[in-house]
């Protein structure tokens, strides 16, 4: 991190989860931290949560679908630090569900955040960065944008948008000496389900069993994305499972998908995950 001697970091979705984590460790580093979540009561939380660990950190609300919020977030790191080094695209929402079952509005919601709401979050911060001279994007997809598993579209949809864009601004901003980082976990111990929607309980016991059975935490992913920006790498796949996948399809997708449709259909994934079929 030697290349950000001012030391500022701003993450999105930063009241819980991986967002909270991630403050956690960059303030321990010792990085001024602008929190910021939809719920200023999370928010603060996690500032408080960096202050008492004697970090430094500001607590912003915003609403990463509206681009006045994440303007503003980019205004205050701006008035607040003079700019910013890191912004951590991580705000994030779940639908679930058969594509054809998902209501409009719900296609709507998580594409608004967690594709929109990346996209406001580069767009905001990329001309400080330019003005600093260097930077460095981290865009929080996953590993679903990859292998996109069944009845999960909508999750599917805005995630490989998040690599998309990601690579695109790899390549844009090479010259910039902006760097951009896009992390692509599978399931891991979190609270992203909290607000999830879904079409059927099928789609939420299966959804939450994939978290309950991974033996990864919040904790573990937020080290290993410092460890990949540290690295100046393009992707994180943090868990085992996630490096196969990738590999799998990149090498063989035919294959990858005529085993992933055999087994959806035979009803193995409800039986590993140790749920009943519909």
């Not at 460790?25 to 001024?32: E, I, Q, T, V």
């Amino acid at each position: 991190m030697k290349r950000f001697p001012k030391k500022r970091v701003v993450i999105t979705g930063s009241g819980s989860g991986l967002g909270r984590c991630l403050a956690l460790d960059f303030a321990r580093m010792g990085w001024r931290v602008l929190v910021n979540d939809i719920n200023m009561d999370r928010a603060e939380e996690t500032e408080k949560l960096i202050r008492d660990a004697g970090g430094q950190a500001v607590s912003v609300k915003c609403d990463v679908a509206r681009w006045e919020d994440v303007e503003n977030l980019a205004k205050t790191a701006d008035q607040q630090w003079g700019g910013a080094d890191i912004v951590v695209n991580n705000a994030g929402v779940v639908s679930v569900g058969f594509v054809e079952k998902i209501p409009l509005e719900d296609w709507r919601w998580i594409i608004d955040i967690n594709l929109i709401g990346v996209i406001h979050g580069c767009k905001a911060f990329i001309p400080l960065f330019k003005r600093e001279g260097g930077g460095h994007i981290v865009n929080i997809a996953s590993s679903a944008g990859i292998v996109s598993l069944p009845e999960m579209g909508p999750y599917n949809v805005t995630k490989a948008g998040v690599i998309s864009l990601s690579e695109t601004l790899r390549a844009e901003l090479a010259n910039d000496k902006i760097g951009v980082t896009v992390v692509c976990p599978t399931f891991f111990k979190t609270n992203l389900m909290d607000q999830a929607r879904y079409t059927d309980p099928h789609q939420l016991s299966m959804a939450n069993a994939f978290f309950d059975k991974s033996l990864c935490g919040a904790e573990d992913v937020s080290r290993h994305i410092i460890k990949c920006i540290r690295k100046k790498r393009l992707y994180t796949l943090t868990q085992i499972d996630a490096r196969f996948a990738w590999r799998f399809k990149r090498l063989f997708p035919q294959t990858f998908y005529r085993l992933l449709g055999f087994l959806y259909s035979r009803g193995y994934m409800d039986k590993v995950l140790g749920i009943k079929s519909p």
